[in-house]
């Protein structure tokens, strides 16, 4: 089971919500998808990002794919580290491998809590 301290997207990113700030990553189960990372495209500090649109890339040697925000805000911090060490998001998808912090000021409708996207991740298997 995925970690229940946060909310989930259907296209496979998470979202930890801590007072006025998220924690945005992509999960474990897009992380197996994707296999063999290549590459990481994130924003810059100071950014906006709008819950359920495009912020970022991650390129495997299969696919690039979109990265989708959960929360709409102001880029606050970017896990710079991160595109050096594409093996965090196989090793520790949902801490050490974290993308971007967000000042939340909306968040998106989609989000789905650990239980609801184990069944989405199951529905598509």
């Known amino acids: 089971m995925r970690p229940d301290d946060r909310q989930y997207l259907k296209s496979h990113e998470w979202c930890k919500i801590d007072g006025e700030t998220a924690t945005l990553g992509i999960t474990d189960h897009a992380v197996a998808q994707l296999s063999d990372l ?12 709008t819950a359920g649109e495009q ?16 929360v709409s805000g102001e ?3 970017v896990n710079a580290e991160l595109p050096d060490n594409l093996e965090w998001l196989s090793e520790d998808a949902f801490e ?16 789905m809590d650990a239980a609801a996207y184990e069944e989405t991740v199951k529905a598509e298997q």
Do not use: C, H, N, R
């Open 96 to 111: 050490k491998a974290w993308m971007i912090k967000v000042k939340l000021t909306d968040k998106s409708g989609d989000l």
């Open 38 to 49: 290549v590459f990481l495209d994130l924003p810059a500090v100071g950014a906006s990002v």
């Open 55 to 70: 912020y970022g890339e991650i390129e495997s040697v299969k696919a690039v794919s979109s990265l989708y925000s959960a």
């Open 75 to 77: 880029v606050l911090e």
